[in-house]
């Protein structure tokens, strides 16, 4: 899971561009939306495309995607859960 992690780190921030943050910054359990990372409605439908092209799972609707994307933690659990199926 620790490369998962690492990797949604770099996605973070080369992909979606966040600026003044280095992927060490990033904390495992913050919320990756709203005071968190501050991230919003448009990087999370672009994440969920990301996450279908790098990792091959798919964030079927929002309810998954709420559960899903609370956190850096919350995140990498979905992707290594549902890159078997």
Do not use: C, H, T, W
Not at 30 to 59: C, K
Request: overall charge negative; cysteine-free.
């Amino acid at each position: 899971m620790d490369e998962i992690k690492r990797q949604l780190r770099e996605i973070l921030i080369n992909d979606l561009k966040i600026q003044g943050i280095k992927p060490e910054d990033i904390i495992d359990s913050a919320p990756l939306f709203g005071d968190g990372m501050g991230l919003d409605s448009l990087d999370a439908v672009e994440l969920v495309v990301l996450i279908q092209r790098y990792f091959g799972v798919q964030i079927m609707d929002m309810d998954q995607g709420r559960v899903a994307f609370a956190s850096l933690d919350s995140l990498a659990r979905f992707i290594q859960e549902n890159q078997s199926k």
